[in-house]
């Protein structure tokens, strides 16, 4: 397992020790979920640029059935 190390002020590093919160598993969990939103966010990139080359008007339902037909 790779280590990332956190630097945070003295006084919030003293808040988070009166509180029992598993910090590793909490920041593990945060970025997890950060990376799944940036995923997310490439994928609708990227839909967005393969619409934006599609003409308007373009039937994609009788384009697969032209498709299927051949």
Known sequence: ?????????EALK?????VDIDWNEELRAMIKERLKLERRRQAIARIDAIRARIKPGFDMAKAI??????
């Open 1 to 9: 397992m790779a280590v990332i190390s956190v630097r945070v002020p």
């Open 65 to 70: 059935r032209e498709d299927r037909d051949a």
């Open 14 to 18: 003293k808040e988070m020790e009166q």
